[in-house]
C-alpha cells in the first residue's frame, strides 16, 4: 500500500546536535511539507517542496533545514541553532496540482532534547 | 491570506451524545475545507473534504460537515459519539489555484469521550 513513513518514531537529541528526521513517501506525490506540532498550537508550516532541488521556507523555518534530492524523500534537519526543538514532528505529501485532494500524512516523528 | 479558527479548545460529551465542532474560516473565493482527526502520537487522518456542490458532507466514520458560505463556517457532527472518538480534529482551508502550500490548519480540539 502506499504511504509516507517518517522514522523514527522517537528521537533525543542533545544540545548542541544536529538530528536529521526521515520521510520517505511511494504514492508519487510532487509536493512534501513538514510541520511542527506543539500542544495548543495546532501545525505550524516548516518548509515544504513542490519539485525536486526545490524547497520553500514555511512559517517557522529558523534553525531547521531541508533536501529534495529525490521525489519520494524529504528529510529535516533539526540543527542547533533551533532553541526549542522538543515537539513532534509530521511529514505530509500532496499531488501538486489537486491541492484540494489534500494531504496524506506519516505517524510523526517526537523529537526530545536531552 | 486565508485563516482557520477552531474556536472550543476542549469539548467533552457522553457516549452516545451527538457532537458538533465548530471551524470558522477567511478566505476571499470558494475554499476546500476539511477535516481530519489525529489519535495521540499518531498523524492525521483524512476525515471528510468540500470542493463544491452539495454542502452537505458525508465523511468515514459516521461524520458529515456542512459548508455554511454565509457564516463563513464548516462545522462537523456525529449523531452518536463512540469512546473511540477520543482524539484531537482538526480543520484545514485551501486554495482552489496555485501554490501547493496553500492549506492552513486551525489551532484543533480536543475532543474527551466520557463513558
Known amino acids: 500500500d502506499g504511504g509516507i513513513t517518517q522514522s523514527p518514531k522517537y528521537l533525543f537529541r542533545k544540545e548542541g546536535q544536529n538530528v536529521t528526521l526521515s520521510c520517505e513517501q511511494n504514492l508519487n506525490h510532487d509536493a512534501m511539507y513538514w510541520y511542527r506540532q506543539d500542544p495548543g498550537q495546532g501545525l505550524r508550516l516548516i518548509y515544504y517542496?513542490?519539485?525536486?532541488?526545490?524547497?520553500q521556507k514555511g512559517d517557522i523555518a529558523e534553525g531547521y533545514s531541508v533536501s529534495r534530492e529525490k521525489k519520494e524523500s524529504f528529510p529535516l534537519t533539526v540543527t542547533s541553532a533551533q532553541k526549542n526543538p522538543t515537539a513532534f514532528y509530521l511529514c505530509?505529501?500532496?499531488?501538486?496540482?489537486?491541492?484540494?485532494?489534500?494531504?496524506?500524512f506519516g505517524s510523526g516523528t517526537r523529537l526530545t532534547v536531552v | 491570506a486565508q485563516s482557520v479558527t477552531q474556536p472550543d479548545i476542549h469539548i467533552t460529551v457522553s457516549e452516545g451524545a451527538s457532537l458538533e465542532l465548530r471551524c470558522n474560516y477567511s478566505?476571499?473565493?470558494?475554499?476546500?475545507l476539511f477535516w481530519y482527526v489525529q489519535s495521540p502520537g499518531q498523524g492525521l487522518q483524512l476525515l471528510l473534504k468540500?470542493?463544491?456542490?452539495?454542502?452537505l458532507v458525508q465523511g468515514i466514520k459516521g461524520f458529515e460537515a456542512e459548508f455554511k458560505r454565509s457564516q463563513s463556517s464548516f462545522n462537523l457532527r456525529k449523531p452518536s459519539v463512540h469512546w473511540s472518538d477520543a482524539a484531537e480534529y482538526f480543520c484545514a482551508v485551501g486554495a482552489a489555484s496555485g501554490s501547493a502550500r496553500q492549506l492552513t490548519f486551525g489551532s484543533g480540539t480536543q475532543l474527551t469521550v466520557l463513558p
Open positions: 468540500y470542493f463544491s456542490g452539495d454542502t
Open positions: 478566505y476571499g473565493a470558494t475554499p476546500y
Open positions: 505530509a505529501s500532496s499531488t501538486q496540482d489537486r491541492v484540494g485532494h489534500g494531504y496524506t
Open positions: 517542496s513542490q519539485i525536486v532541488n526545490d524547497f
